[in-house]
């Protein structure tokens, strides 16, 4: 047994040495987990969980790392002699993978301008979705329909981002068209009655209601709602349909799209034989 | 009404509510009815009842801990000086259950329609539950399970005359009285410039032996990192 543990592998690294760093790798592994696992539970209600999941993968990988360090001369490695060949292989490796290091920076510079946070609602270039983890290499996106999309760092930091939910309230829009016929402001007094009804319409900024056009077949209303960022899609599908319905509970009507045609000469059914004898007589 | 009430054949009504508890089995039943009906179980051996007004940030739901009261009428503050005026703000109703030196919560019902507005701008002011009240002189006389009053103390610590027309305050510091007469609360208005104030909320009730309301946050568990709130987007 002790002669397998002393078998040389390389230089003057053994079994043993191998044994021994696997289980120093294995350990602090381990250590690692247990501190970010005791770590996340004390820490979960007292810090923000983008903050506190950046601060946990520093800590894991932190002690990863300095065990690895730490038991490098078990396998014969000297740093200094590293450096030399680190250098060559550093460029070799850096031709060969530029856009790792791409997103790696990119993810840090994201991690430092913090443009989205881990729960945030966000769309990059036509994806849409809550940000589930801003990883160092990658940004996962949590589609409206579930689905999981992987975009990597760089892309994620070139391209335009827009985050929903960074400022605390948003405005939407409704385009409302009414008939000629219909009191428009009347209507723009329902419109508004409604609005203030409801309490996540913010009272300030004040919510706009106008006649914004006159169209070929209605009357538009412009009604401008401004909502908290967190509620504006629930305010948003709740309220167009309740000035619909209480629009034409008032005797207000969206009309369909219609058109009068006028004919230069009077225009001649074609009717049947029988009907022009029964009109004849 | 407010107040603590034993579990066995609770019933009240409150407003257009009517609240109560039934036994069923091993448990109890509260109800709640108004036009709707909300139901919830609630298992206790032997706990009591709590019904009392708690800060107004919780209906329809919980988005905010900031209660912004506008006065109708603006009030024009001369420089170095200090004034006592009351004004309202709106109820909410809280059911607790209580046992073994713990509470629950197991109901919060308005008969205010809630109302929200943006206090600053867009990107970095606050959403506040929005209260309109006139200001008086004296007490004024409301219907105590819809508005309380609230004594603000004003203080004008600038060299300036200075119009003030709304206050917002930090919710979880707010400190909620009753008797069998009114719901009331205090606060302080410290204005230090033209656009800057500092408002705080006082643990004085209006009168001797009012009752202190159990507060939301403290049911709740949630820390409290200060009490104070500076009002940097105008006045």
């Known amino acids: 047994m002790i002669d397998i543990l002393d078998y040389r592998i390389y230089q003057d690294v053994t079994v043993f040495d191998l044994i021994f760093v696997i289980l120093v790798m294995a350990v602090a592994t381990v250590f690692a987990k247990i501190v970010t696992t005791n770590l996340r539970r004390a820490l ?63 993810g840090i510079f994201l991690i430092s301008e913090k443009p989205i946070k881990i729960g945030d609602q966000i769309s990059i270039e036509g994806v849409a979705g809550f940000v589930e983890d801003v990883n160092i290499l990658s940004t996962i996106i949590r589609t409206y329909d579930g689905l999981y999309v992987r975009i990597p760092n760089e892309k994620v930091f070139t391209s335009s981002i827009t985050n929903y939910v960074t400022h605390v309230a948003r405005r939407f829009e409704y385009s409302i068209g ?36 006159l169209g070929d077949n209605s009357v538009n209303l412009t009604v401008r709602i401004w909502a908290p960022s967190n509620e504006w899609y629930s305010v948003k599908m709740d309220l167009l349909w309740k000035i619909k319905t209480e629009l034409e509970r008032n005797g207000i009507e969206i009309p369909f799209p219609q058109r009068v045609v006028w004919f230069a000469n009077e225009l001649r059914a074609d009717l049947g034989e029988g009907e022009e004898k029964r009109r004849e007589t | 009404m407010f107040g603590y009430h034993e579990l066995k054949d609770f019933s009240a009504e409150i407003g257009e509510y009517r609240i109560k508890i039934e036994k069923e089995g091993v448990f109890y039943r509260y109800i709640r009815e108004n036009g709707g009906r909300k139901e919830k179980n609630v298992f206790t051996d032997s706990g009591r009842l709590i019904v009392n007004p708690v800060e107004p940030v919780n209906l329809p739901k919980e988005i905010t801990n900031f209660l912004q009261i506008r006065f109708r009428k603006p009030f024009v503050s001369e420089p170095k000086s200090t004034v006592e005026v ?34 600053g701008n867009p990107r970095e002011g606050i959403i506040c539950r929005y209260w309109e009240s006139d200001l008086h002189a004296d007490v004024p006389s409301v219907d105590r399970y819809r508005e309380g009053v609230i004594r603000l103390r004003i203080v004008n610590s600038d060299d300036e005359w200075i119009e003030i027309s709304n206050a917002v305050f930090d919710i979880y510091g707010m400190k909620i009285f009753y008797d069998d007469e009114m719901v009331c609360s205090s606060a302080s208005v410290n204005i230090l410039s ?26 709740r568990r949630i820390s409290i990192a200060g009490v104070k709130f500076v009002m940097e987007w105008g006045l």
């Open chain 1, 178 to 213: 009414i008939r000629y016929s219909d009191d428009a402001e009347r209507a723009v007094e329902i419109i508004k009655r409604l609005i203030d009804e409801h309490p996540f319409a913010l009272k300030n900024p004040e919510p706009q209601v106008f006649v914004d056009s």
């Open chain 1, 44 to 106: 979960i209600d007292k810090m923000k969980r983008d903050q506190l999941e950046l601060m946990l993968k520093i800590i894991y990988f932190g002690i990863i790392i300095v065990a690895f360090i730490g038991v490098l001369p078990s396998l014969g490695l000297d740093l200094s002699g590293l450096l030399v060949a680190g250098g060559i292989v550093g460029i070799v490796i850096g031709f060969a993978s530029q856009s790792v290091v791409a997103n790696l920076v990119s």
């Open chain 2, 86 to 119: 009351y004004a309202t703000f709106p109820i909410e109703i809280a059911v607790f259950v209580a046992a073994k030196k713990s509470v629950g919560l197991v109901d919060v019902f308005s008969m205010q329609r809630p109302k929200y507005t943006l206090y």
């Open chain 2, 194 to 219: 033209p656009k800057v104030a500092e408002t705080r909320f006082t643990n004085k009730p209006l009168r001797d032996k009012m009752k202190k309301s159990l507060e939301l946050y403290t049911a």
